[in-house]
């Protein structure tokens, strides 16, 4: 080979190396460079003398300069990229460190001297409820805007509840029933309900039997009341109406009404409705609100409902109390009619209830003054007053002589003369006078005598009784011989063959 051929073959492989050593290393690579320096520091520990190292092999000086390098081509070197420092992981922060102390102050004047377990031990107490759907719960109204009504069901819970169910909005801090009806993942909030709430309806696919929803009385026949929901309609039975009987159904149209759904067929085309199951889960509501606050001997108003032969119920506000015939007045009623009629209002007082049935016991004539109070001075022993006999019995006549108020004359005091019939002598309705015997006020008697008020008749001597009478013929004539008989003498009886 000749010399010149050898310096062009060195001048291409110097380019060569030149072009590797600019080229950067790939990361893959890494391993190769130390397994090469690490065969080269052997291999010159073992004396065996230097090698030629290509591109990444090769060692650089101190200066920064590779060995045996050439001038690059246009006499400009390329640049070379300043190495990263190689900081390493993010070191992890530790509870355990201290905070500053113009923190730890500022945390200290928030807290109140107050610990963060007690805190969040009342944050978060370990017995509050899990909040399941259908739940029914006692809610606190915390905040209301234009649609909603935002409601606190537990400690870290919240519910909405749309305004358009409620017929009276209640006020921020009062509570409410509420029943859970879903839950809201989007806006991270319960959707709740209150009892009785009426669904919106756009097809028979949301008539369930028993739904309850809001229908607008469009008319009335025979026998009950038209209605429509949505483009639906429906009716609502007479019996289904109300509570107590209707008797004007025109009253009703026009009217928006609460009812339970009680049979929805959309084949056949067919809704009925109720109003009165309404009414009555809102009459069982208040009844048991009421029987919790009433008190024996508390006076309340109510309606009469109705009047039976016995008495009056009366409506006290959500529940029907008996005034029993004997409580309607101080005087002798013989029917309720005669002081009360359906509709009244009357006020009475609460004498008897039953918390187990709910039964009460009403008095109107509670209400009324006692007629016995001051009775003594009213009617004296030895007066003599005016009266009415009211009734008659067997034994005697009843004489009223004043509301509340009756005496007995017995049979013995109606006549100077022995009466064996008291209706021979007075009647029922009839005026008397009468003379006052005695006034028993623990026992409610008076006695009274009509006799002792006329003077009583001149007796007629029994000697001219007797010469008035014709003289009596003696039917045995009168004999002053011994008497007859004993045993020394004959009975008679041989003369019919006894032997006495």
Known sequence: MMPDDINTQTEQNQTEESTVQEKPAPVDSEPEAVEAEAVTSVAEDNNTGPKIQIGSRRKNSEDGKPKGAKPHVGGKA?????PVPNKGPVPVPSVRDHLPQDLEDEIAAALGGQSIDALMEQSAPANAAQVETDDRRRATVIRIDAKHLFVSLSSASEGV???????????????????????????????????GAAVSVADWSDLQEGAVIDVTITGSNVGGLECQVNSIRGFIPASQISIYRVENFEEYVGKKLQCVVTEASAERRNLVLSHR??????????????????????????????????????DI????????????????VKHPSELVKEGDKVKVRLE????????????LRAMQAHPWEGINERFRVGEVVSGAVSRIADFGAFVKLAPGIEGLVHISELAHRRVNLVSTEVSEGQDVSVKVL??????QRIALSIKQTTAAPAKESKKGDAEELPPREMAVKRSDAPLKGGRDRSSGGEQFGLKW
């Open 352 to 363: 008897k209830m039953n918390p187990e049935t709910g039964k009460l016991s009403l008095s």
């Open 78 to 82: 390329p640049a070379v990229p300043a």
């Open 277 to 314: 199951s309404i009414m009555e889960r809102e009459a069982a509501e208040q009844r048991e609100q009421k029987l919790g606050s009433l008190e024996v001997g508390s006076v309340h108003e109510g309606i009469v409902r109705s009047v039976k032969d016995f008495g009056a119920f009366v």
């Open 317 to 332: 506000g959500g529940i029907d109390g008996l005034i029993h015939i004997s409580q309607m007045s101080w005087d002798r």
């Open 161 to 195: 509840v749309s305004l358009q169910v409620f017929t009276e909005i209640p006020e921020v801090g009062s509570e409410i029933d509420v029943i859970v009806t879903g839950f809201n993942e989007d806006d991270q909030i319960y959707e709740v309900t209150v009892p």
């Open 438 to 443: 005695s006034v028993d006020v623990q026992n």
